[in-house]
């Protein structure tokens, strides 16, 4: 099974991008799909996550009313549609998929495939 990220590109303050990921197979066996992305000379963070096992969706502070985090499973994709955007919002964004506990959800260990990465960069 492949991630495929795309939707990336350079954007203004104040502007909006829309990433998807698509996975490449049906039923691969994750619950839960997730954004994170990845600063230059900073670790990997989390962005938000879909589990439509337990039904949740979850966005970090940073991003929370500015993202959402969407879900299309007829096509095996999801969405982060990312509003108002900021040159702090600069990053590679990654899509990762598995099976995460609660304790697990908002960190890296929880996701066992991940995408390529697509670069978005934000000018002030």
């Known amino acids: 099974v492949q991630l495929v990220e795309s939707g990336g590109g350079l954007v203004q303050a104040g502007g909006s991008l829309r990433l998807s990921c698509a996975a490449s197979?049906?039923?691969?066996?994750?619950?839960?799909m997730a954004w994170f992305r990845q600063a230059p000379g900073k670790e990997r963070e989390f962005v938000a996550v879909?589990?439509?096992?337990?039904?949740?969706?979850l966005y970090a502070d940073s991003v929370n009313g500015r993202f959402s985090i969407s879900r299309d499973p007829a096509i095996n994709t999801i969405y982060l549609q990312m509003n108002s955007l900021k040159p702090d919002d600069t990053a590679v964004y990654y899509c990762?998929?598995?099976?995460?506990?609660?304790?697990?959800?908002?960190?890296?260990?929880?996701?066992?495939?991940w995408g390529q990465g697509t670069q978005v960069t934000v000018s002030s």
């Open positions: 197979e049906n039923e691969f066996g994750a619950n839960a």
């Open positions: 879909r589990d439509w096992r337990r039904r949740t969706t």
């Open positions: 990762a998929a598995g099976r995460p506990i609660t304790s697990t959800m908002r960190t890296t260990r929880g996701y066992t495939l």
